[in-house]
Each structure stands twice: as structure tokens, then as C-alpha cells.
């Protein structure tokens, strides 16, 4: 007895008491069945069951039976067999049981798989601890009020192809992606990801990035030199930081990676789960990384990830007739018009129409645009001119006369000493005293 009142629960211990006043006619059954809020009718069912069954009537009749709703052991035996497949390596619970019931209709809930798991050594669960707090900053109240915009350089494939980069750009107020596989972080690859936002959403407020030299010219200094306490003159915009500014939209940077913490862990996300799903589904190639991220990864992120905004304005802004993107987002350079109307653009030269000559043209500069097609295009002023690139003269250089070898004279041999014998020539006190030298003793 003492045994089962130790596996009892402190109320099922409360309702034995109150069962055994009862029987002992220390309380009524009305009293009985008031404390216990039960009708009197239960209670004299459990006097009878008490008399039978003894202490535990007040259990449950399936204790310490197996559940009716229990999984049965097959399916986790199959769980696991699949959860052991190489393509499914390193899955969470929460990632493993989605797939289990979208691919092999395995449903059940998370917290089952993560059992399973467990038991089956698939997963260690880790300690959930804060390193480092940093201050946490509200979203944006409005969609399109802020877009944080970077480049991840992960392995993203795992090895099975090409390397390449993910340009994400993720709404500071719902969360929403819009993201691209690209071989570059280049200006034109993140031109050509900006032209697909806009266009889809249109022109937020700002864009939230980093001090790379993609969106801020680089300040040149000595090797020695400090940036520091020094007044410097604006430098001019990247090509990046001009068609922002042409297209009305403001720049902010980030002073640390915890500032754009929201595309940060968008990262996160992305290389855990992102990575995976490519593995399950056979990603090889940048095309297909590119349809699994449009059909897949980016409709279940903006569906599951994303939140509703605090307020139901929309801060997108449409694009206007004179925002024309093709030369917008081109390389722009200014370039002087020489006295025969032409300018020069890298090594090529540009003849700019006889039509299109115009009064102050001459010695002016003009907006030349590379564009993203390869197409060059001037303008000078409000309009644009139609230009022709000049077949460049070769250079014409004076031919050398070829160079002959001369036959080298044999040099003249000295005649100083022809006539002089040595056996004839005098003594040497001899020329000493025909020098007229005066002796040494009477230096």
C-alpha cells in the first residue's frame, strides 16, 4: 500500500482520503462528493470499486499501459532508416520531420522525430546559451521603409559544382526575400538584382549595406598615413551609390555585421536549410540552384518566415517615365568631346553624328553609359546622341635601315720603342750622370 500511495499524484492521494472518510462514515457521501466535485452517484461507484480494487481506484485504468495513440515501432524504424541516408546529413528535428512528411508521408510532430532521433544517436541536442547580447532594435513599422541588402560566399552546392555567391535582399518590417545565385559579387550582378526588385516591388525608401567597395569609394592614404582627425573632400558616388541616388533612394552603411543582423541570420537560415534542400533535390548547377531558390526555398521563406508589418502602408514608390533602368544601372563616365567630335572610351573611339552636332557640344563633356547589354550610349544634356565607333588608323612607324657588320681593323701596333735595343742602350749610372742630376750628398 505504501508502494502505491508513492506512485500516486498528491491529488489522487487527496481524493483516497477524502474515499476513505466516506467509507469509514467519518463524512457524508454529499460532503464526499462536494470536495471532491464529482455527484454523489461516482462516489458510490468508487466505494464499491475501493472495496475491490483498493487503493487504486483512484488511478487511472491504463497507467503504466501503452498508449492507443502510440507510433507504431515500424514507422520509426523506417524514420530512422531514412533519417540515416548520406543526402539526409545533419538535418535538424524540425527540417527532418517536414521532409519525412512531404517526401516519405511520415507525419508526425517534431518533437517525435527529435526522440527518435535522439535514441537513434542522429542528433545531440545543444546547450541553448547567449554569448554576447547586443541591443535589439525594432523593425520598421512600413514594408519597403528599409531593405538590408549583402553577399554570402558559401559552398553553397557542397562540392557538387560550380562555386558561387547568394545577393539577398530581406525587408527590415515583414522579413520577405528577395534573393539570387550569382557567379560574382560584381557591380553588374548586384545591378541586375536590384533591377529585379524594383520592378517586383519598386522603390523602397533605403537600402541598409556595408562599407564594401561595391556601395563606398574606398579613401586612398600612405602606407603610413591616419584617416583619422584629417578633413577630406566628398569623393564621388560607386556606380552602385549613383543609380541609388538617380533612382531616389537612400544609402545608409552599417558600422558592424550585429547592425544588418537581419540579413545576417538570413544567412543562417539559408545555409542550413537552403543547403540541404538542394542535396535532397539534386542541385548540381548555378541554373538550378537559381529554379529551386524561385520554386522552393523563397515561396516557403516569405510564406513561413515573413511577419505582417506594424502598419498596412506600403513605403514602395512606383517607378516614374524618367527612370529608365537600362541607363541607370550602366557603367557612366564623363568624357570630354574633342575638336572633331569624337571621344575616347577606354581604347575605343566614338564619332558622334553629324545630326546631333548642336551649339556648345564642342569641348563639352558627355554622359557616356556602358550598358549591362554591352551597348554604348552618349547623352549630353536631355538627349542622346548617335554615335559610331571609329575604326582606328594603325600607326605608321619609319623603317630602320638594317644594321651591317663592319669588319673590325686590326689595331695599329705602337712604334715608339722600334728602333730601341736594349743590349746597346747605356749603363744606368751611365744615363744617370748624363742627366746632370746633382748627387745625393750634396741634396
Known amino acids: 500500500m505504501e508502494q502505491g500511495l508513492l506512485l500516486m499524484t498528491q491529488a489522487e492521494r487527496d481524493r483516497l482520503v477524502a474515499l476513505k472518510k466516506a467509507k469509514k462514515k467519518l463524512i457524508t457521501q454529499k460532503l464526499a462528493a462536494e470536495e471532491l466535485g464529482i455527484t454523489e452517484?461516482?462516489?458510490?461507484?468508487?466505494?464499491?470499486?475501493?472495496?475491490?480494487?483498493?487503493d487504486k481506484v483512484v488511478a487511472h485504468g491504463l497507467r503504466g499501459l501503452p498508449s492507443n495513440r502510440k507510433i507504431n515501432a515500424d514507422t520509426e524504424k523506417e524514420a530512422v532508416a531514412i533519417l540515416s541516408r548520406p543526402v539526409y546529413r545533419g538535418f535538424g528535428p524540425t527540417l527532418a520531420s517536414e521532409y519525412l512528411a512531404k517526401e516519405h508521408g511520415i507525419a508526425v510532430s517534431r518533437e517525435t522525430v527529435r526522440l527518435w532521433m535522439t535514441r537513434a544517436k542522429l542528433w545531440r541536442?545543444?546547450?541553448?546559451?547567449?554569448?554576447?547580447?547586443?541591443?535589439?532594435?525594432?523593425?520598421?513599422?512600413?514594408?519597403?521603409?528599409?531593405?538590408?541588402?549583402?553577399t554570402s560566399d558559401h559552398d553553397w552546392l557542397e562540392g557538387r559544382g560550380e562555386g558561387m555567391l547568394l545577393i539577398n535582399m530581406i525587408d527590415d518590417a515583414t522579413g520577405r526575400w528577395c534573393a539570387r545565385f550569382v557567379a560574382s559579387d560584381s557591380t553588374v550582378e548586384n545591378m541586375n538584382l536590384l533591377e529585379r526588385y524594383v520592378k517586383q516591388q519598386g522603390?523602397?525608401?533605403?537600402?541598409?549595406?556595408?562599407?564594401?567597395?561595391l556601395f563606398q569609394t574606398a579613401v586612398k592614404t600612405k602606407r603610413d598615413g591616419s584617416r583619422a582627425?584629417?578633413?577630406?573632400?566628398?569623393?564621388?558616388?560607386?556606380?552602385?551609390?549613383?543609380?541609388?541616388?538617380?533612382?531616389?533612394?537612400?544609402?545608409?552603411p552599417a558600422h558592424s555585421p550585429q547592425a544588418k543582423g537581419r540579413?545576417?541570420?538570413?544567412?543562417?537560415?539559408?545555409?542550413?536549410?537552403?543547403?540541404?534542400?538542394?542535396?535532397?533535390?539534386?542541385?548540381?548547377?548555378?541554373?538550378?540552384?537559381?529554379?529551386?531558390?524561385?520554386?522552393?526555398?523563397?515561396?516557403?521563406?516569405?510564406s513561413t518566415l515573413a511577419v505582417a508589418p506594424a502598419s498596412a502602408d506600403d513605403a514602395h514608390r512606383p517607378l516614374e517615365k524618367q527612370h529608365d533602368l537600362a541607363a541607370i544601372?550602366?557603367?557612366?563616365?564623363?568624357?570630354?568631346?574633342?575638336?572633331?567630335?569624337?571621344?575616347?572610351?577606354?581604347?575605343?573611339?566614338?564619332?558622334?553624328?553629324?545630326?546631333?552636332?548642336?551649339?556648345?557640344?564642342?569641348?563639352?563633356?558627355?554622359?557616356?553609359?556602358k550598358r549591362r547589354d554591352g551597348s554604348v550610349a552618349a547623352r549630353f544634356r536631355d538627349r542622346y546622341l548617335s554615335i559610331t565607333e571609329c575604326v582606328?588608323?594603325?600607326?605608321?612607324?619609319?623603317?630602320?635601315?638594317?644594321?651591317?657588320?663592319?669588319?673590325?681593323?686590326?689595331?695599329?701596333?705602337?712604334?715608339?720603342?722600334?728602333?730601341?735595343?736594349?743590349?746597346?742602350?747605356?749603363?744606368?749610372?751611365q744615363a744617370d750622370q748624363d742627366s746632370g742630376a746633382r748627387p745625393e750628398e750634396s741634396l
Not at 271 to 284: E, S
Open 41 to 54: 452517484r461516482h462516489v458510490r461507484r468508487l466505494l464499491r470499486e475501493l472495496k475491490r480494487r483498493g
Open 125 to 150: 541536442a545543444r546547450k541553448q546559451r547567449v554569448e554576447k547580447i547586443h541591443e535589439w532594435r525594432p523593425r520598421r513599422s512600413r514594408f519597403g521603409e528599409l531593405v538590408q541588402w549583402d
Open 203 to 213: 522603390r523602397p525608401l533605403g537600402y541598409y549595406t556595408d562599407k564594401a567597395s
Open 263 to 302: 540579413v545576417e541570420r538570413g544567412f543562417q537560415t539559408a545555409q542550413d536549410r537552403l543547403v540541404k534542400g538542394m542535396r535532397v533535390a539534386g542541385v548540381k548547377t548555378m541554373e538550378q540552384a537559381n529554379h529551386y531558390l524561385e520554386t522552393e526555398f523563397l515561396p516557403w521563406v516569405n
Open 392 to 429: 582606328q588608323r594603325p600607326k605608321v612607324t619609319c623603317a630602320k635601315p638594317a644594321k651591317t657588320k663592319v669588319a673590325a681593323k686590326p689595331a695599329k701596333r705602337s712604334e715608339w720603342n722600334k728602333n730601341f735595343d736594349l743590349k746597346k742602350a747605356p749603363k744606368i749610372w
Open 229 to 252: 582627425g584629417k578633413q577630406r573632400e566628398e569623393l564621388p558616388p560607386t556606380q552602385i551609390g549613383r543609380a541609388l541616388q538617380e533612382l531616389g533612394i537612400t544609402w545608409i
Open 329 to 369: 544601372l550602366s557603367h557612366v563616365e564623363q568624357r570630354r568631346v574633342t575638336n572633331d567630335y569624337t571621344f575616347p572610351l577606354g581604347a575605343k573611339i566614338y564619332q558622334i553624328a553629324r545630326k546631333d552636332v548642336c551649339t556648345g557640344l564642342r569641348g563639352a563633356f558627355v554622359r557616356v553609359e
